[in-house]
């Protein structure tokens, strides 16, 4: 698999048996939340642990109301951005099938035809969607209330500390409330998604922007260095407010757009020792120890051919009901990269 077609610290990840062996492998818990329009969709960890803190709030006197409709319209917005991913890449002639959702969206990618265009459209969709959704939510309040709600962004930014501040402003009645609080989870998921990370659809639309001035694999580097760039300040401005939270997330993107950059590096590096050309991108890159990153990228083969070899002894002992879900994941991105 070429480092264009990876989920970088984004792939979706397991069942409840993965974290038993491996107190670490809770990160990647998810949990099934049925069949919506033929999709199969799951709960991401980070989002059941979002739920938690919501229900928290039952300690500092909120009601258990507006925590189930907190819950509600999070589940619809992030249904609502994954859906319009899928049908954008249904347009272009991709595929999306399988939704697993966290506080941000959706954790597993579509797939999408090679080319700028179909990626431009397939990853800005689940966006689109948002911002639509985020500026009717803001005239509908005005219309139901005749009181604007404070700019859409601000608004955002102030709704991610804890309970939205739709719940402070929204004092009309239940349709007023729920409004305010879906436009403003709107607004969030979409500020989010803008990010040039590949945690976010934002990574791979900054990649899809740059590639044709600047090519694949500098389109790709140039999307890290930013991201590692503008982490740098979000991380001090996180201290300086004295967000804990806020200050472990800058620090968690940082690590991941140094990540993406390095393994596509170490990936080019290998195609050309391997093969004495350039690599996937079509240019050649010249590191000073190639040879050992090389190494190291045939090294990680060797571990994922393992990891497919143990899980198809395991179909064969116990049959297919016994793969977790990360387990036929794997599986299934192994079978197609041989494919």
Request: hydrophobic share 50%; glycine share 12%.
């Amino acid at each position: 698999m070429a480092w264009e077609d990876r989920d970088y610290n984004r792939d979706g990840s397991g069942g409840a048996g993965d974290y038993l062996a491996n107190p670490a492998g809770i990160l990647g818990l998810s949990v099934p939340f049925g069949t919506w329009l033929g999709v199969r969709v799951r709960l991401h960890f980070w989002l059941l642990l979002s739920f938690l803190f919501l229900v928290m709030g039952l300690f500092d006197g909120i009601s258990p109301v507006v925590i189930v409709i907190d819950m509600a319209l999070t589940l619809a917005v992030l249904l609502l951005h994954d859906f319009g991913h899928r049908a954008f890449t249904l347009w272009v002639g991709g595929e999306h099938n399988e939704f697993m959702l966290w506080p941000a969206g959706g954790m597993v990618f579509p797939n999408v035809p090679p080319g700028t265009r179909p990626a431009l459209v397939a990853f800005s969709g689940g966006m689109v969607v948002n911002l639509i959704l985020g500026i009717g939510g803001f005239v509908a309040y005005q219309m139901l209330t005749g009181i604007w709600l404070p700019h859409p962004i601000l608004g955002s930014l102030l709704s991610l500390g804890g309970t939205p501040l739709a719940s402070s402003i929204s004092s009309g009645g239940l349709l007023p409330f729920c409004v305010a609080n879906f436009t403003f989870l709107n607004w969030g998921v979409l500020m989010a998604n803008c990010l040039p990370y590949f945690w976010f659809d934002g990574g791979f639309l900054w990649r899809a922007i740059l590639q044709p001035m600047l090519g694949a694999q500098a389109a790709h580097s140039v999307t890290c260095i930013f991201g590692m760039i503008l982490a740098v300040p979000m991380f001090f401005l996180a201290l300086a407010g004295r967000s804990l939270l806020l200050m472990i997330v800058w620090v968690f993107l940082f690590s991941s757009a140094y990540s993406a950059r390095t393994q596509m590096m170490v990936e080019e590096e290998s195609y050309a020792v391997s093969y004495g050309g350039p690599g996937p991108s079509g240019r050649v890159r010249t590191g000073r120890w190639p040879a050992k990153s090389a190494a190291r990228a045939q090294a990680k083969r060797r571990r994922e051919e393992q990891k497919i070899d143990a899980i198809l002894a395991k179909v064969s002992a116990h049959g297919m009901h016994s793969l977790t879900w990360m387990e036929k994941r794997t599986l299934k991105k192994g079978s197609q990269r041989l494919r």
